[in-house]
């Protein structure tokens, strides 16, 4: 069956509903796109700050859809080059997802007027970083003591208030990598994870989707959960009990990517977006409460939750090689369901 | 062939009053069944009927249940398409046309009246969708109402209504469109015994006011009696006899018609000689009697003698006359002005119908004889499948 | 609308859900039985996986056994409750009819959050059972089993109340005063009476609470946690973290074939309590 | 329940029991959903250490709440679209069912419910690549047909029910007395299975209005809908908005559930 034939197959399937002059029909107009977002704080943060800041340098109008990372990276597998946005928002993990399914377009860092801005290697021919986030221990000041390191989170005085996810997100994965490495193990050798989590599991009270850690955070379900400063932020924006704790290794980074969809046909826009998204007003304004983001534009200093003076501090933050983790991580995803299962 | 069937007058509107009952009314439509067949996968339902139907009469379809009557009616009505055969109306064949074009009005078993209507809503109904003028619509609606007797009920919902009410209405609606043919499916079943009399005759009043051709279909053979012009007994998809009542009745064409209208007596027995026009038929319950028959027998031939109640009746026990036979008189019930008795000759068992005249008889030993003016009716004995 | 002409009816649904519904499930188990999701070459490596695997098959059973312990908590809930509709007053069966929709009006996002709050270490359960003293700790019921199984009964009871209610109310009271009379205890009543009238919704019930709650991802994953392994949660994880659609489509295959056979099941049950 | 003999009374009362936990157990979330909206507290917290209207506030705010009110507007209009088609689509199907003995129909009923039996997930994950490889964007039609296929199964379930009970000779009486099948669906059959209908049009509305799996595949940035805001919303920042806006869902659908039931006895309808 051509793509031809198929169209129009649909085109008559869909004739009384998609013609009728029904809202919704997807704005293709030069000066508008869409852009994935994350659910929740990002989302309101960008259309809080970044749209009409863009509205305002370019004429550009921007929708947003809020989807986490890896269901961008579903989504636009699924639709098989027919964009469903124009600009990808991912984490490391994804973005190397995006990469080896070719989901991007190629990327020119210089059509960014504000490229000088970023630090070296913060823009690459796939697209250029736009915040980072820093994953540390999250932990509930009135219920335990601080806890010192990734180590402490075995200990069972620890252990009965820690709330476990696994590796399907990015900072889910980078903490799991680190809780490997303080009891011996490594990027290439997750076993010693697996042990000493078998000893603690029974202790451990909650084993959940990284979304809803939050929830059971707050109702006292979990007391200790590895996240990034930014929930910490926000949670504590929100009156819950929650400190962030560096960990004695060091908090662990990592940058926010955007991308630009492979057959997006709002290219020029998906710059300018990309490129307010980097810009100096924009960056000090998310960098601000209530948002605090940490910013990557070297003139934005980022906000006082934030355990770094400025965005060179990252380089000593640990980081990780996610060209190596990807491989792995289908097969680490699969033995942590094992492990976890009762 | 267009509109064939719609009365040339406004019957309705001449009939405004009930005292404007009188006068017998324009002669109706005739309708036609020619060798009409239907199946229902392998079994035949409806096996080669030809029926006519003359313009204002009442033909009643009797028979049991299943044995195609109803069928019948949904085919002229226009529910089932038939395998075979013209339904014709005037002689004009109507069998392309669909339910509504036909020009008949349909009472349902169950009325069917429209639950979320008034009376009169359920009696506009039919004009409405045929488009008539709103103000010819409450005239005509009025009109129907006044003629079942129900004009102080046009407002109400048939939930609000009795059996009875429901009935009338029903037919009210099925009248205000005009039909040239009437069918009346069972109109009575769901109705008290006491009430079915009085509407069987207001019915028939109405029809004949009207002079609408009608079919009624009934299991009832009293309903049939009293109604129709004439009755035609369905069996297994076929018609054993088309009469009327009164001739069914008397001269049943088969034993099954004998059985089924009225209540028959079953004697075997043999003939024993042809005197004149008349046969001596030896019962096989000991008695030899003389009949008369339209049909022939060969001395010899074995024959089913179906006598109707009053055509017996009890002689004492001790009175032995060669046409009677001996039997036991279990009980006697007074039923009105009359007397039923039941009674066993041998293995046959018997039921009388005498005029009651004081004390019923005793149960014993009597005698059972065929009343010498009795016409009862000889068949083959063959014929008794 | 003659009878022969009435099928008709029934075509834009029958060609919506080909178009809609059927062509995307062929597609998917087209999926299943290929390399990737471009369906490359043919490969049984997907469905090697899901039933070669003890995980996978346990993950199978832990969701088949899911929806039965559902449908025997919704039962052993509903149908007293429904049996009191059955003998209560007007005004007390419009409250119960209304609290059984109730669930269906909440959203499943706010839902999930309140049976965190009921079922947490410091939520109303746990709560109430300290300050009576009946016990000493917490005790575990969020991330477990038995917490999710009450949960769900709730989320899904109303699928198991509006056919029972909808079967109870068939019966004429006059039946339970006959049975009374005719000397029956309350218990053989509802035995001999009730229970055969109600059989048809009560399994009518079954089916919907088994199919709702075995592929409840949301509650599943937010109340039962990723110590229960349910194919849900694998197949939305094999689908949109891992990227691995044959898998993901094998596993969604899986699970509709599992929950239409108990379907199948419960409705020939039916289908032969009926005609017994 | 006076006619009890004593014997019977142990039973009774555990029957009694039983229904009382049934009630706490379905009502209570919703009770604890209400109270918690009405919380003091920053985020989403039970028990609320005081009780406000400032959630409330906030969400009705244009400004603050816009894209809510958005996504509301989005997921209201989509469930309605998806309510009436489905319910078209399910009446038609049901007259059918209903007017036909034969086998086809009982096939026919058990085909158009399987949708009940698919978990969500798969089914938007399989319509995503279905479309995709036809290469159509999701869409709002695709978005309302998607909606419209879980949505179906449950019209049918309240249509058929009345369909089923819709005399066949009401549909003969009208055909004999001259009325066109349009007219005798408009004037006999639709107003007869009208709270059948009813009853399916809201279940169907509802199931739409709270769908996330099908939405979070089909739907886009312009068909941005309100359980997926609202997921993302709670996940990440237990904004209490989102108890709020369940709140008023809760109540908009109760307050429509009353009006319906004093017009077509919907409550009643619903358990057939």
Redesign the interface.
Same mark, same amino acid.
């Given at each position: 069956m051509t793509t031809l034939s198929r169209r129009t197959l649909m085109g008559a399937a869909l004739g009384t509903l998609g013609a009728a002059g029904l809202p919704f029909r997807a704005a293709q107009a030069a000066g508008s796109m869409t852009a994935a977002v994350y659910p929740g704080g990002w989302d309101e943060a960008l259309r809080a700050v970044l749209a009409p800041a863009l509205k305002q340098a370019h004429g550009v109008d921007v929708a947003f859809e809020p989807l986490f990372a890896v269901d961008q990276i579903a989504k636009a597998r699924a639709a098989r080059g027919v964009a469903p946005f124009d600009v990808f928002v991912l984490d490391p993990g994804p973005r190397v997802s995006g990469m080896d399914l070719k989901l991007f377009e190629p990327f020119d860092p210089a059509r960014l007027s504000n490229r000088a801005r970023l630090p070296a290697g913060y823009s690459d021919e796939v697209g250029a970083g736009v915040a980072a986030q820093v994953v540390g221990i999250a932990y509930n000041p009135k219920k335990v003591a601080r806890p010192a390191g990734w180590r402490d989170l075995f200990k069972p005085e620890f252990a009965k208030h820690l709330g476990l996810t696994g590796f399907g997100t990015t900072f889910g994965t980078i903490s799991l990598i680190e809780m490997a490495k303080s009891v011996g193990g490594s990027e290439a050798d997750m076993e010693p994870l697996f042990t000493e989590l078998r000893k603690i599991l029974s202790l451990v009270p909650a084993v959940a989707q990284p979304a809803a850690m939050p929830g059971l955070f707050q109702q006292g379900q979990i007391d200790i959960m590895y996240t990034n400063t930014y929930t910490v932020t926000l949670l504590k924006s929100r009156g819950v009990d929650i400190e962030f704790a560096v960990p004695e290794t060091g908090a662990a980074a990592f940058g926010t990517t955007m991308h630009i969809a492979k057959g997006s046909r709002n290219i020029d826009a998906a710059y300018q977006y990309i490129d307010t998204m980097i810009s100096t007003p924009v960056q000090a304004a998310l960098a601000a409460p209530p948002y605090s983001f940490v910013p990557v534009n070297t003139e934005v200093k980022p906000g006082a939750d934030v355990p770094m003076k400025s965005i060179d501090d990252l380089r000593s933050f640990v980081t990780h090689d996610w060209t190596k983790i990807n491989p792995q991580r289908p097969r680490w995803i699969d033995r942590f369901n094992r492990e976890m299962a009762k | 062939m267009a509109r064939p069937l719609q009365n040339s007058a406004h019957m309705l509107d001449r009939t405004d009053t009930p005292a404007a009952l009188a006068p017998a009314a324009p002669a109706g439509h005739r309708l036609d069944m020619d060798g009409i067949r239907v199946r229902y996968g392998q079994a035949t339902a409806v096996d080669g009927v030809t029926l006519s139907v003359e313009p204002g009469e009442i033909l009643a379809l009797l028979g049991p249940s299943g044995c195609g009557k109803t069928t019948l009616l949904r085919t002229v009505a226009g529910f089932i398409r038939p395998e075979a055969g013209r339904v014709l109306v005037d002689g004009a064949p109507i069998g392309h046309l669909p339910p509504g074009k036909r020009g008949v009005g349909i009472v349902f078993q169950s009325y069917a009246l429209f639950p979320h209507m008034s009376a009169a809503e359920n009696v506009a109904y039919g004009l409405e969708a045929r488009g008539r003028p709103k103000a010819e619509v409450i005239r005509r609606v009025e009109a129907a109402l006044a003629a079942v007797r129900m004009e102080g009920f046009a407002a109400r919902r048939p939930r609000a209504l009795s059996g009875g009410q429901q009935q009338r209405v029903a037919l009210a609606r099925a009248l205000a469109i005009e039909p040239a043919i009437l069918l009346l499916d069972e109109p009575f079943a769901a109705l008290d015994r006491a009430l079915r009399l009085d509407l069987q005759l207001e019915i028939k009043r109405i029809q004949r006011r009207f002079g609408v051709t009608a079919v009624l279909v009934t299991h009832d053979q009293d309903e049939a009696m009293s109604m129709a012009d004439r009755m035609a007994v369905m069996r297994g998809g076929r018609v054993e006899q088309v009469d009327a009542p009164a001739t069914v009745y008397d001269s049943p064409a088969t034993p099954f018609v004998a059985g089924f209208v009225g209540t028959s007596n079953r004697l075997h027995g043999r003939v024993e000689a042809r005197e004149g026009a008349d046969y001596r038929v030896r019962l096989d319950v000991g008695a030899s009697v003389i009949l008369a028959s339209p049909r022939g027998f060969a001395v010899g031939e074995r024959v089913l003698l179906c006598a109707r109640p009053e055509h017996l009746a009890l002689r004492d026990a001790t009175a032995e006359t060669p046409e009677s036979w001996p039997a036991r008189l279990r009980i006697s019930l007074p039923l009105g002005p009359a007397l039923v008795h039941d009674v066993e000759a041998g293995a046959t068992e018997l039921k009388l119908h005498e005029a009651r005249h004081g004390q019923p008889p005793a149960p014993g030993p009597v005698r059972v004889a065929l009343l010498p003016t009795a016409r009862p009716a000889l068949f083959p004995a063959g014929d008794d499948a | 609308m003659t009878e022969q002409g009435a099928w008709r009816l029934a075509l834009p649904l029958a060609l919506a859900q080909a178009a809609f519904f059927l062509a995307p499930l062929l597609l998917l188990a087209a999926t299943s039985f290929a390399t990737d999701e471009n369906l490359g070459s043919l490969s049984l490596a997907a469905w090697a996986d899901v039933l070669g695997d003890a995980f996978h098959l346990q993950a199978v059973l832990n969701t088949l056994r899911l929806g039965a312990v559902t449908v025997l908590a919704t039962l052993l809930l509903a149908v007293p409750l429904a049996l009191l509709h059955l003998v209560a007053g007007p005004g007390l069966r419009r409250l119960i009819l209304l609290a059984a929709i109730l669930p269906l009006l909440t959203s499943v996002v706010v839902r999930t959050f309140a049976w965190i709050v009921i079922l947490g270490r410091e939520g109303v359960i746990n709560s109430a059972l300290l300050s009576t003293g009946a016990i000493a700790a917490p005790i575990p019921l969020l991330q477990t089993e038995h917490g999710l199984v009450l949960a769900l009964t709730q989320i899904e009871m109303p699928l198991m109340l509006l056919p029972l209610i909808a079967a109870l109310r068939r019966i004429d009271p006059a039946l339970l005063d006959a049975s009374s009379a005719l000397g029956a205890s309350l218990a053989r009543t509802l035995r001999k009476v009730v229970l055969p009238m109600a059989l048809p919704g009560l399994l009518a019930g079954c089916t919907l609470v088994f199919a709702s709650a075995s592929t409840a991802f949301i509650s599943q994953s937010v109340i039962g946690g990723g110590r229960l392994a349910y194919l849900p949660m694998l197949v939305w994880q094999q689908a949109m973290v891992v990227f691995n659609w044959p898998l993901a489509a094998a596993l969604a295959l899986t699970l509709m074939g599992s929950v239409l056979t108990v379907a199948a099941a419960l409705s020939m049950l039916g289908r032969r309590a009926a005609h017994a | 329940?006076h006619?009890?003999?004593p014997?019977?009374r142990p039973?009774?009362l555990?029957?009694?029991?039983?229904?009382v936990?049934?009630?706490l157990?379905?009502?209570?979330?919703?009770l +604890?959903?209400l109270l918690?909206s009405f919380t003091t507290?920053?985020?989403?917290?039970?028990p609320p250490p005081g009780l406000t209207l400032r959630w409330y506030a906030e969400l009705f705010d244009p400004v603050r709440s816009a894209?809510i009110h958005k996504a509301a507007g989005?997921s209201l209009?989509v469930a309605f679209c998806t309510a009436v088609l489905s319910t078209?689509?399910?009446t038609?199907?049901a007259?059918?069912?209903a007017?036909?003995r034969a086998g086809?129909a009982r096939l026919?009923e058990?085909?158009?419910l399987?949708?009940?039996?698919?978990?969500?997930?798969?089914?938007g994950?399989?319509?995503?690549?279905?479309?995709?490889?036809?290469?159509?964007?999701?869409?709002?039609?695709?978005l309302?047909?998607?909606h419209?296929?879980i949505a179906?199964p449950f019209a049918?379930r309240t249509v058929g029910?009345s369909a089923a009970g819709l005399?066949p000779?009401?549909? !003969?009486?009208?055909?004999?007395?001259?009325?066109?099948?349009w007219?005798?669906?408009r004037?006999?059959?639709l107003?007869?299975i009208m709270p059948g209908v009813a009853s399916g049009g809201f279940?169907a509305f +509802?199931s739409s209005l709270?769908n996330?799996?099908v939405s979070?595949?089909l739907?886009?940035? !312009?068909?941005?809908m309100l359980?997926?805001?609202?997921?993302?919303?709670? !996940?990440?920042?237990?904004?209490v908005r989102?108890?709020a806006?369940?709140g008023v869902?809760?109540a908009v659908?109760?307050l429509l559930?009353l009006l319906m039931d004093r017009a077509v006895g919907l409550?009643?309808r619903?358990?057939?």
């Open positions: - | - | - | 329940m006619r009890l003999a014997a019977d039973l009774a555990l029957i009694l029991a039983l229904a936990i049934a009630l157990v379905l009502v209570g979330p919703v +604890i959903v918690t507290s920053q985020a989403l917290r039970f894209q989005n209009l078209a689509m399910a038609g199907a007259l059918a069912i007017r036909s086809w026919a058990g085909a158009f399987a949708p009940l039996v698919l978990p969500g997930i798969a089914f994950l399989a319509a995503l690549m279905f479309f995709s490889w036809l290469r159509q964007p999701p869409s709002f039609a695709l309302v047909m998607g419209a296929m179906a049918l029910a005399d000779a009401l549909l !003969e009486s009208s055909a004999s007395l001259g009325a066109s099948p007219r005798t669906f004037r006999v059959v107003p007869l279940l +509802i709270d996330v799996p979070l595949f739907s886009s940035a !312009e068909t941005d359980p997926i805001r609202l997921w993302g919303m709670m !996940e990440t920042s237990l904004d989102v108890a806006a369940s869902l809760v659908a109760f559930l409550v009643r619903m358990a057939g």
